[in-house]
C-alpha cells in the first residue's frame, strides 16, 4: 500500500484523473491528492471540487503540494504528453522533495521528461516502484545512513505504519515524553560503569535514546527541515563563536 498524489490538468483530464485514482485505490494504495473528483467550476482556470472546505486557489494547492511531500511518489495522468503549468510547478516540488515522478505518457516537454523516472499504467508502476524502491530502500538500511538518508527512511516508516497524520504538536509531546524515558535510563545509570550484571540491562537505554533520535528526525521532516543543511549552517555559526572553557 502507497500514498500517492495524483496530478494533471483538472480542467481538461478530470475522466482520467478519476479513473487512475479508481485503479490505484482498488489495488490498496491512498489517494492523498486530489481526494474529490465533483467540481464546482469544471470549466473555469482553477477547478475547485464540492467538498472542498476552501475556496482559495492558494490554499488548495498548497494542500496539494503538501500531499506531494506526504507521497511515496508523484504519478501525471497526461494523456497525449499534456502538461499544464500547475503540474509543471508540481513535478518541481517533487523533484526538490526527492519524491518519484511517474507518468502516463511522455511529456511534451523534453526537459521535463528528464526528470520522470518511468512512464507506464498505474498497475505497471506500482509493480516498478515495488521492485526498485523497496530493495533500495533495504539496501540503504544494511548499510551506515547519512542524515538525509535517515530523514528518507524515517519518513517512509512513519507513513508504512499509518502515524503519517501526527501533528508537529503532537510529535512535540511524544518527543518530551521520550526524553523523560531516556532521563530515567541516565538516571539509573549516572556516573556507574556497566559491569556484566548490567549487561542486560543497557540495551534499554540504546532504545530510548534511538527513540529520541527518531522522533527529532520526524519532527524535522513534519516542518520540512533538511537536518543536514541546518547542522551545517549551525555550525558554521557555532565555528565563528568564541567559546569560554
Known amino acids: 500500500m502507497y500514498n500517492i498524489t495524483l496530478s494533471g490538468s483538472f480542467r481538461k483530464h478530470l475522466k482520467e484523473i478519476g479513473e487512475v485514482k479508481n485503479i490505484f485505490e482498488k489495488e490498496q494504495n491512498i489517494i492523498l491528492s ?8 469544471s470549466q473555469e482556470e482553477f477547478v475547485l471540487f464540492e467538498e472542498e472546505k476552501s475556496t482559495s486557489p492558494k490554499t488548495l494547492e498548497n494542500l496539494h503540494l503538501n500531499a506531494i511531500s506526504k507521497s511515496d511518489f508523484l504519478y501525471l495522468v497526461n494523456p ?3 502538461i499544464g503549468n500547475s503540474a509543471t510547478m508540481e513535478i518541481g516540488y517533487a523533484i526538490s522533495r526527492g519524491i518519484p515522478i511517474y507518468s502516463y505518457e511522455k511529456s511534451e516537454e523534453f526537459i521535463l521528461n528528464l526528470y520522470i523516472e ?16 523497496e530493495k533500495r530502500r533495504q539496501d540503504n538500511f544494511s548499510k551506515s ?6 530523514q528518507e527512511y524515517i519518513s517512509v516508516k512513519v507513513k508504512e505504519r499509518g502515524f503519517e497524520d501526527e501533528s508537529a504538536k503532537d510529535l512535540l509531546v511524544l518527543l518530551m515524553e521520550e526524553v ?4 530515567k535510563a541516565i538516571r539509573k545509570y549516572s556516573g556507574i560503569k556497566i559491569d556484566s550484571e548490567k549487561k542486560e540491562k543497557y540495551p534499554a537505554l540504546q532504545e530510548e ?7 527529532i528526525i520526524d519532527l524535522a521532516n513534519i516542518l520540512n527541515i533538511d537536518l543536514d543543511e541546518s547542522y551545517r549552517i549551525k555550525e558554521d555559526i557555532n565555528d565563528s ?3 569560554n572553557k
Do not use: Q
Open 34 to 41: 486530489p481526494k474529490f473528483l465533483d467540481t464546482k467550476n
Open 80 to 82: 497525449k504528453g499534456y
Open 118 to 133: 518511468k512512464y507506464g499504467d498505474p498497475k505497471e508502476i506500482l509493480s516498478y516502484h515495488k521492485k526498485h524502491y
Open 145 to 150: 545512513l547519512g542524515l538525509k538518508e535517515l
Open 180 to 183: 523523560g524515558e531516556f532521563a
Open 209 to 215: 535514546i534511538a527513540d529520541v533520535l527518531i522522533y
Open 241 to 243: 563563536r568564541f567559546w
